[in-house]
């Protein structure tokens, strides 16, 4: 490759325009963030998967979800692995552990390779099932030549306690409130998170409540055959006593909402990433923090880009300079793109 590798070399298969990130031989964009003619979506969290694209693809898993978001779009689906072949372009979707049916987009053109991650969750040094997102296909590293990956956590402090960890102490917090007779009411994203946690906690402790807007997504995961514990809206509960012992998961713009009124007497709490960092949880205003995420951990990042074989690596949505600094020392051609993707999906303020 020569030196003007860095800049926008011909054989680029994907390069950022305006309306997104775009791939010149194939004709088509990867999430974009304007309107387009086609677009390929990684997964449907709403900075990822916009309205107004005239052509839509996407995995078969994600199909509910998008739907689910994007009511009436032009949506074509691939299972994972399978490939479709678009103006000499080969493009597969690879699974990205991220959420249900996120997936990685893999782009082969005239022997070249490049994968663009989306957003992905990969926690740790090695790969180990414990460390799975549960709620859906975990994340499969493609060998590549050209690797655009997120860095929503791209800082070496961001490092996740085992998951099963973090499930015990929400089981014990619920438990104790359950135990004082309060409601325990736990902030996190309704599409991902609130699916991950309940998948994750001991659903004997006491009645599980989903706000609407976690009840709509959860019940697209179970029409996908991800299996989760019984939920019912606080409309559903004929029994005011149970109030006073349910684990209650609602999107983070209800926190200081009327609706939160019926539990009386709570303790809240979020779950998200950004509570491992010291003070988040007093910004949040809640009384607990769970450092749960759906995004990669610092060594979770280096150990998906290391596994893709990528001697080129394009940095995105996060922590773009640091993680370019460290690759570039550590003899990757690294570079960014200025993306609108946002961190929503882990709930910053
Ligand atoms: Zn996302
Ligand atoms: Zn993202």
Redesign the pocket.
Same mark, same amino acid.
């Given at each position: 490759m020569g030196p003007c590798y860095r800049g926008l070399a011909m054989s680029d298969l994907v390069v950022a325009r305006p309306e997104g990130l775009y791939c010149p031989p194939g004709g088509f964009f990867i999430d974009p963030w304007r309107p387009v003619d086609r677009a390929v979506i990684t997964h449907a969290?709403a900075?990822?998967a916009r309205p107004g694209h005239a052509h839509y693809l996407a995995s078969r898993a994600a199909e509910p979800l998008m739907h689910a978001r994007l009511p009436g779009i032009r949506l074509q689906t691939l299972e994972y692995g399978e490939t479709i072949h678009h103006d000499g372009v080969a493009v597969s979707l690879h699974p990205a552990g991220h959420v249900l049916g996120s997936a990685q987009i893999r782009i082969e053109h005239r022997g070249e390779v490049w994968v663009v991650s989306?957003?992905y969750f990969a926690a740790g040094e090695a790969d180990g099932a414990k460390e799975h997102n549960r709620t859906c296909a975990p994340l499969e590293p493609v060998r590549c030549h050209s690797f655009v990956t997120?860095s929503?956590f791209g800082l070496p402090i961001y490092r996740w306690a085992p998951q099963d960890e973090v499930f015990a102490e929400i089981d014990a917090w619920w438990a104790g409130n359950a135990r004082n007779g309060r409601a325990s009411v736990l902030f996190a994203y309704a599409l991902g998170k609130a699916q991950r946690v309940l998948a994750g906690i001991a659903s004997s402790i006491g009645p599980l409540i989903v706000h609407g807007a976690v009840d709509t997504i959860t019940r697209a995961y179970r029409d996908a055959g991800i299996a989760l514990p019984a939920t019912r809206l606080v409309t559903e509960v004929d029994d005011p006593s149970l109030l006073r012992r349910c684990l209650v998961i609602a999107p983070p713009s209800a926190q200081r909402s009327p609706w939160l009124r019926r539990f009386g007497d709570l303790s809240d709490a979020f779950a998200s990433g950004w509570m491992q960092v010291r003070g988040a949880r007093r910004r949040r205003s809640v009384d607990r923090g769970f450092a749960l995420s759906d %995004?990669a951990d610092w060594p979770g990042l280096l150990r998906v880009i290391a596994a893709t074989g990528a001697s080129r690596v394009i940095v995105t %949505?996060g922590f773009e300079a640091a993680m370019v600094r460290w690759l570039g020392e550590h003899g990757y051609d690294a570079g960014a793109f200025a993306t609108e993707?946002?961190?929503l999906?882990d709930d910053t303020a």
């Amino acid at each position: 490759m020569g030196p003007c590798y860095r800049g926008l070399a011909m054989s680029d298969l994907v390069v950022a325009r305006p309306e997104g990130l775009y791939c010149p031989p194939g004709g088509f964009f990867i999430d974009p963030w304007r309107p387009v003619d086609r677009a390929v979506i990684t997964h449907a969290h709403a900075d990822h998967a916009r309205p107004g694209h005239a052509h839509y693809l996407a995995s078969r898993a994600a199909e509910p979800l998008m739907h689910a978001r994007l009511p009436g779009i032009r949506l074509q689906t691939l299972e994972y692995g399978e490939t479709i072949h678009h103006d000499g372009v080969a493009v597969s979707l690879h699974p990205a552990g991220h959420v249900l049916g996120s997936a990685q987009i893999r782009i082969e053109h005239r022997g070249e390779v490049w994968v663009v991650s989306g957003d992905y969750f990969a926690a740790g040094e090695a790969d180990g099932a414990k460390e799975h997102n549960r709620t859906c296909a975990p994340l499969e590293p493609v060998r590549c030549h050209s690797f655009v990956t997120e860095s929503t956590f791209g800082l070496p402090i961001y490092r996740w306690a085992p998951q099963d960890e973090v499930f015990a102490e929400i089981d014990a917090w619920w438990a104790g409130n359950a135990r004082n007779g309060r409601a325990s009411v736990l902030f996190a994203y309704a599409l991902g998170k609130a699916q991950r946690v309940l998948a994750g906690i001991a659903s004997s402790i006491g009645p599980l409540i989903v706000h609407g807007a976690v009840d709509t997504i959860t019940r697209a995961y179970r029409d996908a055959g991800i299996a989760l514990p019984a939920t019912r809206l606080v409309t559903e509960v004929d029994d005011p006593s149970l109030l006073r012992r349910c684990l209650v998961i609602a999107p983070p713009s209800a926190q200081r909402s009327p609706w939160l009124r019926r539990f009386g007497d709570l303790s809240d709490a979020f779950a998200s990433g950004w509570m491992q960092v010291r003070g988040a949880r007093r910004r949040r205003s809640v009384d607990r923090g769970f450092a749960l995420s759906d %995004h990669a951990d610092w060594p979770g990042l280096l150990r998906v880009i290391a596994a893709t074989g990528a001697s080129r690596v394009i940095v995105t %949505h996060g922590f773009e300079a640091a993680m370019v600094r460290w690759l570039g020392e550590h003899g990757y051609d690294a570079g960014a793109f200025a993306t609108e993707y946002g961190d929503l999906d882990d709930d910053t303020a």
